[in-house]
């Protein structure tokens, strides 16, 4: 399995940018797709995740600090998840990693996941 983020980049503060996490190996219906960030100096944090809800679509889960900002969005047919990150703060600066867990996993727990993309970079200015 493996994971390839990308879109990240430089944006200034109000800014939008959209990351995406292409899966090869396996299907993202089969459990949970997260997004993780770390900051220099910080631990690894849980900023969203997204599960298949079967007939109902897609499940995402939010970080608190990120709610009403960001979207995560899947594509089947592309075997890609996204996540879309609107009105950027200073504070959302980080490395944006996204990961691939079971149906069992604990989505907030990045320890629970069981493979992770390279990680992309995303620098908000002031």
């Known amino acids: 399995v493996q994971l390839q983020a990308s879109g990240g980049g430089l944006v200034q503060a109000g800014g939008s940018l959209r990351l995406s996490c292409a899966a090869s190996?396996?299907?993202?219906?089969?459990?949970?797709m997260g997004w993780f960030r770390q900051a220099p100096g910080k631990e690894r944090e849980f900023v969203g995740a997204?599960?298949?809800?079967?007939?109902?679509?897609?499940?995402?889960y939010y970080a608190d600090s990120v709610k009403g900002r960001f979207t995560i969005s899947g594509d089947n047919a592309k075997n890609t998840v996204y996540l879309r990150m609107n009105s950027l703060k200073p504070e959302d600066t980080a490395v944006y990693y996204c990961?691939?867990?079971?149906?069992?996993?604990?989505?907030?727990?990045?320890?629970?996941?069981?493979?992770w993309g390279q990680g992309t970079l995303v620098t908000v200015s002031s």
């Open positions: 990961a691939a867990g079971s149906s069992s996993t604990t989505y907030r727990n990045p320890r629970e996941y069981d493979y």
């Open positions: 190996g396996r299907t993202f219906k089969n459990g949970y």
């Open positions: 997204i599960r298949s809800a079967g007939v109902l679509g897609w499940m995402p």
